[in-house]
């Protein structure tokens, strides 16, 4: 059977095992068919090469349009406006992606991702100052997904008492279809619909402010729809990336307590590190969704017009050489000139990634100095992991250290 007809379903134990299991498909081959946990059928994309490809093909669009019938059949609504992740950059083509790609790449250039460190740096401390005197923890819960939260929140204007109802609708909001999740989304959506007015009615000095600013002094630049939807981009792609990034860093770090000694001894290793935790194990599984505009071929396999291409980023980072020859599937803090594709490729590459380097590398430097004897809870081969969607990470992490 050729590689590209087995039929690959993404479940919630093919998640768990995920970089295993992507493993065994690139032996198969670059291109499979797949049935993937939020419903929709099409190709998966394992391999390097062919990952490339599909992520700049022009014939390959974000804009659900040629596989309307096939998302209505599955009761896909991810897409869609005021319901899911629609109207904004994430899920448009150009111009209008250049468009909304130019309003909001200033709040993330590097120079204003350095203003943000003292703060990143205080939020780390603010959170470890809570955590070192209790001696045990679910790291998740109280660090790794508290910190991006509040970065994000501070960023956008969003009120401290409604951080953990955003995160809880943010979370779900990825996951496969399902009535809580279709309910958080809506719910999101209509928080930023409120926090909006707010803004209107009393601009401050954040990032919602100003874009509010933007589409109330010059209409044809943002509109209400492209508005709120740019703002829940914001809201996830700004801060769930960063809570499972730090989730899959630590869990390597105590799979491998060396690597971790060697980050507490050389921290100047940590931004070289990053890199290298972003490649071993994304925590971006899967590209959003694409859609053939037309008959095309990746990696000599067919895909008809209307089918939905999926880009398995984790897997084809895995996929890439690495320096000096090493083997792709060891994590190697130590290593220089890391490359992996965990921000995309081409004109959909994060606009959030010095952003996320910055959190990621603040809070991993910060935990490894402050709990130097951080150790897992619990047995890592049990661990549960984020089981649909298109994210990968631990939701939970139980650690023990000696308190402090």
Wanted: hydrophobic share 45%.
């Amino acid at each position: 059977m050729h590689p590209s007809e087995q039929v690959v379903t993404i479940t919630a134990e093919f998640k768990a095992d995920a970089p295993a299991r992507y493993a065994e498909l690139r032996e198969l081959g670059p291109v499979h068919r797949s049935r993937f946990s939020t419903g929709l059928e099409g190709w998966l994309v394992v391999g390097h090469d062919a990952a490339l490809d599909a992520l700049v093909h022009p014939a390959l669009v974000k804009n659900s349009a040629p596989s309307r019938d096939k998302l209505a059949a599955a009761n896909y609504t991810n897409d869609r406006p005021g319901v899911g992740l629609g109207g904004n950059m994430l899920v448009s083509d150009p111009p209008d992606h250049t468009r909304l790609r130019k309003l909001v790449a200033g709040a993330f250039s590097p120079a204003r991702t350095r203003a943000l460190a003292p703060r990143v740096q205080r939020i780390a401390d603010d959170l470890l100052d809570r955590l070192v005197p209790k001696g045990e923890a679910d790291l998740v819960e109280a660090f790794t997904a508290p910190l991006p939260v509040a970065v994000i929140s501070e960023l956008l204007g969003v009120p401290e008492a409604d951080r953990a109802d955003f995160r809880r609708w943010s979370s779900l909001t990825l996951g496969a279809p399902s009535d809580p999740q279709r309910e958080a989304a809506l719910n999101l959506n209509r928080y930023l619909a409120d926090l909006i007015a707010a803004k209107r009615r009393s601009p401050a000095d954040d990032l919602l402010s100003a874009l509010v600013a933007v589409r109330d002094e010059d209409d044809g630049r943002l509109s209400e729809v492209e508005l709120v939807g740019t703002a829940v981009l914001l809201v996830v792609a700004g801060h769930e990336t960063t809570v499972n990034l730090l989730g899959n860093a630590v869990v390597a770090l105590l799979r491998d307590p060396a690597q971790a000694d060697l980050l507490r001894g050389r921290p100047e290793l940590v931004p070289g590190a990053v890199e290298e935790f972003l490649r071993y194990d994304s925590s971006v599984e899967h590209a959003t969704p694409r859609f053939a505009a037309e008959d095309l071929v990746i990696a000599g396999t067919p895909v008809a017009r209307g089918d939905v291409v999926m880009v398995a980023l984790s897997s084809a980072s895995r996929d890439m050489p690495v320096p000096d020859h090493g083997d792709p599937a060891e994590l190697d803090v130590t290593r220089n000139g890391v490359r992996h594709l965990s921000f995309g490729h081409g004109i959909h590459y994060c606009l959030g990634a010095p952003l996320a380097r910055l959190e990621a590398a603040t809070a991993l430097s910060t935990l490894l100095r402050r709990i130097p004897d951080l150790r897992a809870a619990a047995p890592l081969d049990e661990l549960e992991w984020v089981p649909s969607g298109i994210m990968r990470g631990p939701l939970a992490l139980p650690v023990r250290f000696t308190p402090r």
